[in-house]
């Protein structure tokens, strides 16, 4: 059974503080890894698919990485807008309805 | 550009009411989801909709039933809510293909009482 699992559960940084957020997986083949961002009363909001160990993406203040077995979503020099929570997710070979999501870590910046 | 639409945004059922979810996205994406989001679950897949005129059960299904309408239409019914059921219900589609993640709506909070 594919497993996600985020860490830490909440993260306090002060404005300009930078941090990483860890996405651990276990999937037997994956297929993609996704990183979104949720506000408060609002739906996921996409950010990125990473395919294989190695790959890099950024976004404004954000950079994913992937290894074999887990994610860090880096935030570097965080605005107290980058508050939300971010959610992981996995897809394995059972295709495209087969993505497994993390609980998310609820990240506040302080400004 | 208003991507997935979901209403209502709130509900409250009593218990053995029945209601129906509905979602529509303009996006002419082939794939859609219903998930269900509970404190310290994680999104959970209730039925997904491959593309027009199909439908499978995801990992949570008991207790629902979805219809696609049309492209544009993927909706979800409650026939007898149980408190088991409240919960924040999001919508989703996507595209095919390895680029692209899903397009979330803004979620209807449904409380069964």
């Known amino acids: 059974e594919d497993q996600v699992t985020q860490s830490p559960e909440a993260l306090r940084l002060q404005e300009g503080e930078s941090s990483s957020l860890n996405c651990s997986y276990t999937v037997s083949g994956l297929r993609g890894l996704f990183w979104y961002r949720q506000d408060p009363g609002k739906g996921p909001e996409f950010l990125f698919t990473?395919?294989?160990a190695g790959e890099e993406k950024e976004k404004e203040r954000l950079k994913a990485t992937l290894t074999k077995k887990e994610s860090f979503l880096h935030i570097t020099a965080p605005k107290p807008e980058d508050s939300a929570t971010y959610l992981c997710?996995?897809?394995?070979?059972?295709?495209?309805?087969?993505?497994?999501f993390g609980t998310g870590t609820k990240l506040q910046v302080i400004p | 550009n208003a991507g997935v639409t979901q209403t209502p945004k709130f509900q409250v059922l009593k218990t053995g009411q029945s209601m129906t979810l509905q979602c529509a996205q303009d996006?002419?994406?082939?794939?859609m989801y219903w998930y269900r989001q509970d404190p310290g679950m994680g999104l959970r897949l209730i039925y997904y909709s491959a593309s027009e005129g199909t439908t499978d059960k995801g990992e949570v299904p008991n207790g629902y039933n979805v219809s696609r309408l049309n492209k544009r239409e993927f909706s979800l019914r409650l026939e007898s809510a149980a408190p088991s059921q409240t919960s924040v219900y999001f919508c989703?589609?996507?595209?095919?293909?390895?680029?692209?993640?899903?397009?979330f709506g803004s979620g209807t909070r449904l409380t069964v009482v």
């Open positions: 990473l395919y294989s």
């Open positions: 997710a996995v897809q394995g070979p059972g295709g495209y309805q087969k993505v497994t």
């Open positions: 996006m002419n994406h082939n794939s």
């Open positions: 989703a589609s996507s595209e095919v293909g390895r680029n692209y993640g899903y397009t």
